[in-house]
């Protein structure tokens, strides 16, 4: 795995977490500039998965299996989007909250591929 990508997906996720943490303080809904950053983290996500999985297609192999590593890969990419999609089902301040736990999900399951490829 890339640390730097890793890194940088699970420092955005945290800032998105912020974010949408200050807007749920503020009794407010995720907007659509929520989404706009819930969008590139996304991407950060998908991009990490494309490249884990050239990474594994090379002959490289993830210290704990390569099983779990792709399933962790799968989870962080659609972690964020399922929590975006709740948020659109509650439109108060609870859909922010929503968006911000997923947010920190997200930076957790970053650390959790660090460990299974072998960090």
């Known amino acids: 795995m ?18 949408c ?7 407010q809904p995720t907007k659509d500039w929520h989404f706009i950053g819930m969008a590139v983290v996304s991407v950060l996500a998908l991009v ?6 050239v990474q594994l297609a090379r002959g490289e192999e993830a210290e704990q299996g390569t099983t779990i590593f792709v399933s962790y890969l799968l ?35 970053q650390v959790r591929l660090y460990d299974i490829w072998g960090g």
């Open 48 to 53: 990490q998965l494309v490249v884990g999985i």
């Open 75 to 109: 989870g962080a990419l659609v972690c964020i989007p399922v929590a975006g999609f709740m948020s659109l089902a509650e439109r108060t301040r609870w859909g922010s909250v929503t968006v911000a736990a997923g947010g920190v999900v997200l930076a957790v399951l």
């Open 2 to 19: 890339l640390v730097a990508l890793t890194a940088a997906t699970a420092v955005a996720a945290l800032l998105l977490a912020a974010w």
């Open 21 to 27: 943490g200050w807007a749920a303080y503020r009794d």
